[in-house]
């Protein structure tokens, strides 16, 4: 697909360059990031209308999870202009896998707000009865962990994966404060993302009669 391409845009093109150069590819290459996604859409939907073949490329992942991707997937949407997906790694399927919690049922919400919204996001993970699923910076990785405890109690199982698909994959599974005490010690590094397992329900004595 990418030797196919008119254009290959890339999330950082030093990244993708390195891809592109050990497969012997010399196509054109185009910055498409959170930084300068609404400048360029218009121009990159004027060159789809123009019948070009655009690939997508993110430095990890898959386009359009918690990235650029879904703003240009949306709009080719809304010009009737064929998107075609490939399956690639995304990090958040193995960590709901690797933590043994219910997922016939889940929630993914990304990235939580970091400041407004994100006490009352935390209490909505707290009383979901579904496992939740969301992605944090190893910077703000320990402030969730607090909130998790606050909110969601002393004995709420979490798992925490890091780096999944990579050299230095990681997952460790406890409770907040279990997991707090191991991160203290051992400074966050890497793309974390936590899956926190659901609300337990409450058991009615009409239940278990």
Do not use: W
């Not at 002393?154 to 907040?176: D, H, P, Y």
């Amino acid at each position: 697909m990418l030797k196919e391409a008119d254009l290959i845009l890339a999330e950082d093109t030093r990244t993708t360059g390195i891809l592109l150069k050990h497969f012997q590819i010399e196509n054109k290459l185009m910055s498409y990031h959170l930084h300068n996604e609404h400048q360029v859409l218009q121009k990159i939907i004027s060159l789809l209308h123009e019948e070009k073949s655009i690939a997508l490329v993110t430095d990890a992942g898959t386009p359009g999870i918690s990235d650029p991707g879904f703003l240009l997937i949306r709009e080719c949407v809304r010009n009737q202009i064929p998107v075609e997906a490939l399956p690639g790694a995304t990090a958040f399927v193995p960590a709901l896998l690797k933590s043994g919690f219910p997922c016939d049922e889940f929630v993914y919400i990304g990235f939580l707000p970091q400041k407004k919204g994100r006490q009352t996001a935390i209490k909505q993970v707290a009383g979901d009865p579904r496992t939740t699923v969301m992605y944090e910076s190893p910077h703000r990785l320990i402030k969730l962990l607090e909130q998790l405890l606050e909110f969601c109690g002393a004995e709420r199982q979490i798992s925490v994966s890091r780096e999944l698909t990579k050299k230095f994959e990681e997952t460790l599974n406890g409770t907040a404060s279990e997991l707090l005490t191991h991160f203290k010690t051992h400074e966050p590094r890497g793309e974390f993302v936590v899956v926190v397992s659901g609300k337990a329900k409450q058991i009615t004595g009409d239940e278990t009669a």
